[in-house]
Structure formats: structure tokens, C-alpha cells
């Protein structure tokens, strides 16, 4: 209990710091902070899979586009409830990532990652295919729009949601096997952890998250689902933003969320960095300096400067 | 930790026993599938043309393929930046044409710079991150992919841009099928620049020097070998070849803009995966196999249209990887504890 | 005779394991010298250290040179052939590029270095094209030995080559060395489980244990003394 203690404290703080936000920030502000909200929920997917199975995925950004033209297109044809779109999103790339995640059991490291990008690559081409019922080039928009504070709020609350979710879930039996798995694949077969099962529930969920972060995106996008939105950059900048994050914890995943969904806005007034290319090489920049300075990512840093301070 | 380690163990592994058991039913394939694409050239115009110009696009799939598993083979990373650095060496042509050099003084130029390129971000970058771990060097690479990307649209905008065409706009016409000179031209290049890294590799001491080094780092060293020296080495001849995908690629598509590689990188990716993710003939001979399937595939195949050509590439890789890890011509890795 | 390779003090760790604590021994040039003891005294890891395959401090000096700072590649350019235990040939290369990684410090042609090498290995010049891999491990641990005769080294570190070994492979292989030694005067430093081949060979021995030099001495005094006949000669 008072391990806990400390770590509810700062989860506390978090709550109580967001909540006041609205009251605080301008409009143009809270978008913004809803942006960090919904990479906060994919970045916290994809630390999932990838730093309790070490497995690595460059494709997450074709779940959020999945997870995006499902409330897009529920919302557009069928008048759905968003909120139960988003509900949707999480079920249906829940289910997309179990069977996609289903090659995954056969593939690990350098192959995954191929994979993955290739899969972030091919489903963005899919609305062009079926434009008919995907909206082409030109996307799909929901049936009615949101305000900013609706959107920061929902984005906070699926962060909340999905946050207790993913502790649920790691800190029991689930999370002791992916461990186990990323620890050691062979090891873990040998001492009876269902290895295939494991895998793909990490791939499941964590496409189950990137899902509900790509609905969130596409409410935050004035309810346009477009391909040109969900490129292969935005797979890249989940990547970014997991690097940014290390792994493991709170703090972390809130400054990875922060670098990706901050950055363009924070630069655009910054001369050269302002253009969206130059905040592509900032992006790059910092996934490198990020390797090669701080493999641990933000998290490694924390845990440094903890032992620091104790010393 | 968990160990790649590329075998089988030596004494399995007699050469007669090892082309037995893999390469007949490969090549009996790959002679099946060529003779069948003659006889659809002898019946049908469209049939030759797609297929001249598939193999001439496989060709450029193929150089780039050679260029990921040069690096993989020697390093176990695969660069997700390679198709964005040939992107950028096309680039630095364009520039240089614009400065007043004529093509191929242009292209000579470009092939240097690359190789200067490829080394400085193998030394600089990679190399001290692959240390701790390979996965952290392949998000290395996607982050130089952002970097690159970002670069070139800085320095030269978005907007199209055109370079001279390399062959001339002469066309060719074979028993009553017309080819424009290009697609021989491209053919040959890339061809020619692969046949001189093969023969590097094969026959020099530098080349014995960086096979020896991708097979056995360690031992290679004893014997004398600067292992870092050969690795760095490496990726700037993968940049090389990279850059002549590039250059190759770019008047197939009649002009240069910043994602000219990256429905490349998959196609390579895939021709790569299928040839055998550590083996350059294979990565070769797949790039063909994906350049000509594919044209021929949207050209014949209602429910696959051109917009499907990515999607079609990713079903091949990732059907490669379940059915058959190892590609057409790779050897088995073997996981240790 | 003057000294060829001296470590002083040397120690050597693999991650948190000490493997070496503190070896020091001389070997003179022109000399076989045997390095003796049990499994995990540090035999290997001795040779290791003077190759530059294991982190080490001390000092090693090699023909007036330090080499406790150089790498295993600077360390093999500057004549020092390592033929390391489980042979280390590239099986996925031929024979003849295995010869030619041999040689690969030595610039210019390597032809008289080959023909001198087939002269004592015949069998390989008939099997140059073949994969190393398909050999049969003594005829890859002989492949080994005239690959480091390529190298053409003032020193030759030999790790346990009788290890799998026919006893008539074994044999041939230390006449072989013997006879280089006393045709060109090639200094030889041995790490051998067969105590009383690797004596036959030698003129001097180290007998390590734990780590360090437990005993040292001519082969003579060596075979004559009890701890190391009990121990290691087996009579």
C-alpha cells in the first residue's frame, strides 16, 4: 500500500491539473490539450505491446485511421451516438488486431516492424479503392461536430478510462505473462505461458486503444475522416511519441503525448521549425537524439533523476 | 537474451544437400512463371509492354531490395530509411543537373555522395545505438525516415520537379510491340550497378572482407578485418545502390517529388522478404517477381486496381511470412535462448 | 633469445565474472609455450586477452608493444594469428577464401604464402572451391591452422586444437606445428586439455588455475613435477 501511495498522488494530481484546464486555457488551448488527450490513449496502446511484449509496431497509425472512419462512417450513415461509435472503434480494431495480430505470433522484432509498416502503408489506399462507401480522397464526415471542451473532455475521460484499463490489466496475471514474454520468448513457452495468446492480446489491445484514439482524431479534425490524414506520418509519430514516452510510465506517455501533439502548434510560430517540414525534422531529430541519448525515453530520464535525488 | 544466430550447423549442411533441397522447386518455378510470361508476349501486345515495363520497374525494386538486405545482412537492422536517402540522393541530382552538370555526370556524383552519406549515418548514427539493441537502431532508422523526409521539403518544396530524361524518348519497336527506350535503359543500369556490387563482393578482398564480417564478426576480426570499417562500408554501398533506385525510378515516373520512394520501400520490402530477407540474389530476383506481378496484376485483375498495389504488396509479404519466413532462397535462423 | 610476448598482472571479467585475476607469463621468441589447467582456470581467456576478444587490463607487450589498448583486428595486423577453440572457420565460405582471409593483413600476393601453405596441407588446394562448411571438423580445425599460416604471424595462439579431434589428426597437426616452428622459427602459445602432447611440443608451460599461475617451468621440470603428473598427465 504505500508503494501505492506516491503513484496515486500523482495520478490525483494529473485528474485534478486536467480538470481545471478547461476553466483556464482559451478554446484554441483546450484543442490542443484534447490533442495530447488522444495521443496520450494511442501512445498508452502502443506502450502496451511494446514495452511489456517488446514487441515493436510501425503500423498503429492503420488502426487509429480504422478507428476514425468507424465513427466517421456509424455517425454519417447511421446517426450513431459518438460516444457509442468510440465504444465501436475500440471492438472493432479489438477484434482487427486479434486476427491481424494473429501473424504477429509467427513474427518477431525487425519482421513485425515490417509488417506493421507495411500494413501502415496499405490501409490508407483502402478508402480510395472503396470510395463509394469510404468517401475517397475526400473522406467521410460524421453527422454533426463538436465542441472543443466536449472533445477535451471525452478525450480525458477515454485517457482515464483506458489509463485504469491498461493497470487492470498489467498488474495481474496478464501483465506477469507479458512480461515474461518480453523478457524472454523461449523462456516464457517454457515455463507455460501460452505465447501465441499473449501476443496477440497485446497486439488486440493495443490496436483496440489506437482505435479509440483514431475516432477521438477525427472529432478533433472537424469530423472529417480523410486518408491523407492517417499517412504514414501519423504511424511515425505514435513511434515518436513511444520513443519520447520510455516505458512504463505515467509521466512518460504524458511528455510523449505532449512532444507529438504539442509541437506543431508550440513551432508554428517559430520561424523555419514553423512549416510543417521543418516540425518533421524536429520530429526525426528527436527520434534520434532520443535513441541515442536517452534510450530509455522520458522514463529512463525519471528513474535517473530519482536515483539522483535519493543519492 | 535471445540470440539470432543464422545457420544450420555446417556439418547438415553439404552444398549439394542444401541446393536439393531448396533451389530446384525455386528455380523450376521461376522458369514455369518466365516461360508463361513469354508466351503471353508473343500473344498479346499489352501483355509484352506491361512486362517489359514490370521488369524494368522489378529492377528498381530489386536495387533497393539489395540495398535492405546488404544492410540487414550485415547489421540485422532493416533501414526504414533507405527508400527516403535514395529519395534524397535523387535530390542531390536534380540540384546538381540545375548546377549545370550534364545527367551523368550528375548521376556519378550522386552515387559518391550517397556513399559518403550512407557511411557518416551509419558511424554517426546507428552504429551507437545498434550497440544496445537492434530494435533501437530500426527506430533510429524510421526516425532518420521523418528526418530525411522533412529535409527535403524544407530544401526543395513539395512541388514536382523535372529532370532530363536519361534515355531520350526513342521507342523501340520489336516484332510490332513498341517499348519506349526507357524501360530497357533502366533495366540495364540498375542491372549493371548490381552485377559490379556482386563482383565487388565476389571477388575482391574488400568484398571477402565484408561478407566475412556480416557472417562472423568476431572471427572475422582475428584475422585482421576493421569489422566497424566494413559495416560502415556497407551502408554506403546499400546507399549507393539505393541512389540508383532512385535516379531509376524517378523518370518512371516522369518527375521528382518528396514520395517518390515510399511505395517503393514497400514494394522492396516485399521483394526482399520474398527473395529471402538475407539473401541479395534472392532480393533481386524477387524485385522482378513483384514488378512485373504487380503491373500485371492491375492491368488483368478487375478487383485489384492501382490503388490496391500497396495492399497487394503488404498481402505478399506478409503471406511470405507466414507460409515461408525464409523467402525463396534465405537460409533458417535459429532462436537461442 | 629475446621476449616476443610478456603479460604482467593481467585480469579479464566477462560482465561480473572474473576470469582472470592478475596472469603474468613470458613467452620467448622462437618458443612453444604451453599453457595447462583444468576447465574455467582461464586458459582461453588468457588467449582472448593477448587477442583483444575480451575486455582486460594489465599490461601485455608483444615485440616491444603494447597491446592492451588495441582491438583483436589491430592486434592480428600486427602478427599475432588466433586460431580460437571451435576453430572459427567461415563455413559459409570457400576453402580458398578462408586461405585469403588468412592473408588479409598482408598486402601484395599471397601466392608463395598458398603454395607454402599446400605444401604442408595438400588435400586443401584440390578442395579450394568447396565450402568450408562441408569439411568434416578435423579437416576444418587443419583448414584453421593453414589459414593462420597464411597470416604468416610471429605468433601463433593455438586454443585447444585437439578438441574433437581423431588421435591421428592430432598427431599430424602438432608435427606440423613443430615442423614450422623449427623450419621459421614460429613462436606458439598453446592452450591444450592433452597435457602430454601439448609437453612433447613445448619447451616451457604455464599451469593456470582459478585465474592465475599456479606453476610454470621448462616442460621437463613440469612433467617431472607430482602435482602436474597427478593432475594432468594422469600417471
Not at chain 3, 9 to 18: C, I, K, L, N
Request: glycine fraction near 12%.
Amino acid at each position: 500500500m504505500r508503494r501505492l501511495l506516491p503513484a496515486i498522488a500523482s495520478l490525483l494530481a494529473v485528474a485534478g491539473l486536467l480538470s481545471a484546464l478547461p476553466f483556464v486555457l482559451s478554446a484554441y488551448n483546450v484543442s490542443l490539450a484534447a490533442r495530447v488527450g488522444i495521443f496520450f490513449v494511442a501512445i498508452l496502446g502502443l506502450n502496451i505491446l511494446t514495452g511489456y511484449t517488446g514487441q515493436i509496431s510501425i503500423g498503429h497509425g492503420a488502426f487509429m485511421a480504422i478507428g476514425g472512419y468507424t465513427t466517421a462512417v456509424m455517425s454519417q450513415d447511421h446517426h450513431t451516438n459518438l460516444v457509442v461509435t468510440m465504444l465501436m472503434a475500440f471492438a472493432i480494431c479489438f477484434v482487427l488486431g486479434l486476427i491481424l495480430g494473429l501473424p504477429a505470433l509467427r513474427l518477431s522484432g525487425v519482421y513485425l516492424a515490417l509488417a506493421t509498416f507495411a500494413l501502415a502503408v496499405s490501409v490508407p489506399q483502402l478508402p480510395l479503392k472503396w470510395s463509394k462507401f469510404l468517401g475517397g480522397r475526400d473522406g467521410v464526415q460524421t453527422s454533426r461536430t463538436v465542441s472543443h471542451v466536449w472533445l477535451y473532455g471525452a478525450a480525458w475521460a477515454a485517457s482515464a478510462i483506458l489509463f485504469v484499463l491498461a493497470w487492470l490489466i498489467l498488474r495481474g496475471r496478464v501483465g506477469r505473462a507479458f512480461r515474461a514474454v518480453r523478457d524472454s520468448e523461449i523462456a516464457a513457452v517454457a515455463s507455460g505461458i501460452e505465447l501465441p495468446v499473449y501476443k496477440t492480446l497485446a497486439f488486440g489491445i493495443s490496436a483496440a486503444y489506437a482505435g479509440v484514439a483514431g475516432s477521438l482524431l477525427v472529432l478533433a479534425t472537424n469530423g472529417f475522416a480523410e486518408p491523407s490524414e492517417f499517412g504514414i506520418v501519423l504511424s511515425l509519430q505514435l513511434l515518436v511519441g513511444a520513443a519520447v514516452a520510455g516505458l512504463g510510465s505515467l509521466w512518460g506517455i504524458l511528455a510523449g503525448a505532449a512532444f507529438v501533439g504539442l509541437l506543431p502548434a508550440v513551432s508554428s510560430g517559430v520561424p523555419v521549425i514553423g512549416s510543417s517540414h521543418g516540425r518533421d525534422v524536429v520530429f526525426g531529430a528527436a527520434v534520434v537524439l532520443v535513441m541515442l541519448l536517452l534510450p530509455d525515453g522520458f522514463a529512463g530520464l525519471l528513474k535517473r533523476l530519482r536515483r539522483l535525488a535519493r543519492a | 537474451m535471445a540470440a539470432l544466430e543464422s545457420s544450420p550447423r555446417p556439418s547438415l549442411r553439404r552444398r549439394g544437400a542444401a541446393l536439393g533441397g531448396v533451389v530446384p522447386p525455386v528455380s523450376l518455378l521461376l522458369v514455369a512463371g518466365a516461360a508463361g510470361l513469354l508466351v503471353g508476349c508473343l500473344r498479346s501486345e499489352v501483355f509484352a509492354q506491361l512486362t517489359v515495363q514490370g521488369l524494368a520497374l522489378g529492377a528498381v525494386y530489386g536495387s533497393l531490395a539489395l540495398a535492405l538486405v546488404l544492410v540487414y545482412r550485415a547489421t540485422r537492422v532493416v533501414n526504414f530509411a533507405q527508400g527516403e536517402l535514395a529519395m534524397a540522393t535523387t535530390y542531390v541530382a536534380w540540384q546538381l543537373i540545375q548546377w549545370g552538370l550534364s545527367y551523368w555526370e550528375a548521376f556519378f556524383a550522386t552515387l559518391a555522395i550517397a556513399f559518403v552519406l550512407g557511411t557518416v549515418l551509419e558511424v554517426a548514427l546507428v552504429r551507437p545505438v545498434q550497440q544496445r539493441s537492434v530494435i533501437g537502431a530500426v527506430i533510429v532508422t524510421v526516425g532518420l525516415f521523418i528526418l530525411i523526409d522533412g529535409v527535403v521539403n524544407w530544401v526543395w518544396g513539395g512541388e514536382f520537379k523535372y529532370m532530363p530524361s536519361p534515355f531520350g524518348t526513342k521507342i523501340y519497336h520489336v516484332g510490332g510491340v513498341s517499348i519506349a527506350r526507357l524501360y530497357p535503359g533502366m533495366l540495364a543500369v540498375v542491372l549493371v550497378s548490381v552485377v559490379l556490387v556482386w563482383a565487388l563482393f565476389r571477388f575482391t578482398k574488400l568484398g571477402l572482407g565484408m561478407r566475412a564480417a556480416a557472417f562472423r564478426p568476431a572471427e572475422s576480426a582475428l584475422v585482421g578485418v576493421r569489422v566497424d570499417w566494413m559495416l560502415a562500408i556497407g551502408w554506403g554501398l546499400a546507399a549507393v545502390l539505393g541512389a540508383v533506385a532512385g535516379l531509376m525510378a524517378e523518370p518512371s515516373q516522369f518527375f521528382l517529388e518528396p514520395t517518390l520512394m515510399q511505395p517503393i520501400l514497400v514494394y522492396a520490402f516485399a521483394a526482399a522478404v520474398l527473395g529471402g530477407l538475407d539473401s541479395p540474389a534472392g532480393a533481386v530476383v524477387g524485385g522482378l517477381v513483384i514488378g512485373v506481378s504487380l503491373n500485371l496484376v492491375v492491368q488483368y485483375v478487375p478487383a485489384i486496381s492501382s490503388e490496391l498495389q500497396a495492399p497487394f504488396a503488404f498481402a505478399v509479404l506478409v503471406g511470405v511470412l507466414l507460409l515461408k519466413p525464409t523467402g525463396l532462397f534465405g537460409r533458417r535462423e535459429v532462436r537461442r535462448v | 633469445m629475446s621476449t616476443l610476448l610478456e603479460l604482467q598482472d593481467v585480469e579479464a571479467r566477462y560482465g561480473p565474472v572474473h576470469a582472470l585475476h592478475g596472469v603474468s607469463l613470458a613467452v620467448e621468441e622462437g618458443a612453444i609455450v604451453a599453457v595447462l589447467g583444468p576447465n574455467g582456470a582461464g586458459k582461453t581467456t588468457t588467449l582472448r586477452a593477448i587477442s583483444g576478444t575480451v575486455r582486460r587490463s594489465g599490461r601485455i607487450r608483444f615485440a616491444g608493444r603494447p597491446l592492451h589498448r588495441l582491438g583483436p583486428d589491430a592486434v592480428a595486423r600486427l602478427g599475432v594469428a588466433h586460431v580460437p577453440e571451435g576453430r572459427g572457420t567461415f563455413s559459409e565460405l570457400t576453402v580458398w577464401e578462408n586461405l585469403r582471409l588468412g592473408g588479409y593483413t598482408r598486402r601484395g600476393s599471397i601466392q608463395p604464402e598458398l603454395e607454402r601453405v599446400f605444401s604442408y596441407f595438400p588435400w586443401l588446394s584440390e578442395r579450394r572451391r568447396q565450402d568450408a562448411g562441408t569439411l568434416s571438423g578435423g579437416e576444418q580445425q587443419m583448414l584453421a591452422l593453414a589459414r593462420a599460416f597464411v597470416h604468416r604471424p610471429r605468433l601463433l595462439l593455438l586454443d585447444e586444437p585437439s578438441l574433437g579431434l581423431a588421435p591421428v589428426l592430432v598427431a599430424e597437426l602438432f608435427r606440423i606445428v613443430r615442423e614450422l616452428n623449427e623450419d621459421e622459427g614460429l613462436t606458439v602459445l598453446v592452450v591444450e586439455q592433452n597435457a602430454h602432447l601439448a609437453l612433447q611440443a613445448a619447451g616451457a608451460g604455464y599451469v593456470l588455475e582459478a585465474g592465475r599461475v599456479a606453476l610454470s617451468g621448462t616442460s621437463t621440470e613440469l612433467r617431472a613435477d607430482d602435482s602436474v603428473r597427478r593432475s594432468y598427465l594422469g600417471y
